[in-house]
């Protein structure tokens, strides 16, 4: 069983930034090959990709945080990262990052409040 672990969450007030990290702990082989991404779930929604990578470091963003938040991945480390700037409070949500192709279980997530 595989199990993701999702840190750097936190309250912060608008226009603050975080970097949230994630550990997905899986063989080098399968982790380089996969598109990993960010989701997040605010209260009373679903949970929704906000970015992605490839395999070959391509990114993807939804609009409401295109030019805001940044993905990044170290495949050495079976990690994934996400430099968020200027957050505002709709971006207030449980972050998850996760394989976007036949995820694996959820983890526990990290709790990113922006609020004044």
């Known amino acids: 069983q595989v199990r993701i672990v999702e840190s750097g969450g936190r309250s912060v007030p608008p226009e603050g930034s975080l970097r949230l990290s994630c550990i997905i702990p899986?063989?080098?082989?399968?982790?380089?090959?996969?598109?990993v991404g960010w989701y997040r779930q605010a209260p009373g929604e679903q949970r929704r990709l906000v970015a992605r990578?490839?395999?070959?470091?391509?990114?993807d963003y939804v609009d409401s945080v295109k030019g805001r938040f940044t993905i990044s991945r170290d495949d050495d480390k079976r990690q994934v990262y996400l430099q968020m700037n200027n957050l505002k409070p709709e971006d207030t949500a449980v972050y998850y990052c996760?394989?976007?192709?036949?995820?694996?279980?959820w983890g526990q997530g990290t709790q990113v409040t922006v609020s004044s």
């Open positions: 899986i063989n080098l082989s399968m982790f380089t090959q996969a598109t």
């Open positions: 990578v490839s395999r070959g470091g391509t990114s």
């Open positions: 996760n394989r976007l192709t036949t995820p694996y279980d």
